[in-house]
């Protein structure tokens, strides 16, 4: 396997040094694809890697889908800024977890926004929740600040909910969007083990009480023994 990917990479850098021509680049892509397939661990399944593939097959139809979600997304562009707590926060990479989750939820007509954090460091589950006074992002003011040690029970709880919910696999952003619902962002870590990458991912959903990740979150707010009565999940 090793020298095939050798070869493969020679004959993709002797095809990179030619004239870019049409067909040359057709050849760069199709070997690029190919490599991908080869590599045990190359992530297929982003958008960025579908975009590509469909430009290369002339798939038009998904571009235009694609097109379409993100021309929709500009219109609530002004609305699904991330709360500045969650830009201030400590990125959960650098906190030295070997896997870690980061929920930022807020509401329409609520003053609080909530920043959890739950990640493992060999057998500790941290869970670290702040609750901030959104009626005023540029004081970030902490309303409580809570830090609770998690059972291993817990956090097999949270990683199930997680590969249910097929977080590494969603999109970034879906179409759906509004104004007076809620936002709840979500990122996930970790650290790259035996040859594999390290993962990084941030995904943003617009009133996700009833999805599944939205539960998910929920389930770990209850972790926290914490109630925010204006958070859309406690309102009939």
Request: proline share 3%; aromatic share 16%.
């Amino acid at each position: 396997m090793t020298k095939f990917i050798f070869t493969l990479l020679i004959f993709f850098f002797v095809a990179c040094s030619q004239q870019p021509s049409p067909q040359n680049r057709d050849l760069i892509m199709n070997n690029y694809f190919l490599a991908m397939d080869s590599l045990p661990f190359a992530d297929t399944s982003g958008e960025d890697f579908r975009l590509l593939m469909a430009y290369h097959r002339n798939d038009t139809g998904y571009l235009k889908k694609s097109y379409a979600e993100i021309a929709e997304l500009l219109k609530y562009a002004p609305k699904m800024w991330k709360p500045i707590f969650f830009e201030d926060t400590i990125p959960i990479n650098k906190k030295h977890f070997e896997e870690a989750y980061r929920f930022c939820y807020d509401a329409a007509f609520c003053p609080t926004t909530a920043i959890m954090t739950i990640g493992k460091r060999t057998d500790s589950i941290i869970l670290d929740l702040c609750l901030y006074d959104s009626q005023d992002d540029m004081a970030r003011k902490v309303k409580s600040h809570t830090i609770k040690q998690l059972t291993k029970q817990d956090w097999e709880e949270l990683t199930k909910g997680i590969f249910y919910c097929d977080f590494w696999g969603l999109k970034e952003m879906e179409s759906r969007s509004g104004f007076d619902g809620s936002s709840l962002y979500i990122t996930g870590y970790k650290i790259g083990i035996n040859g594999s990458k390290e993962k990084h991912k941030t995904i943003y959903r617009w009133a996700a009480e009833e999805m599944a990740i939205g539960q998910l979150f929920k389930r770990c707010l209850d972790w926290s023994d914490t109630t925010i009565a204006c958070f859309h999940f406690y309102k009939k």
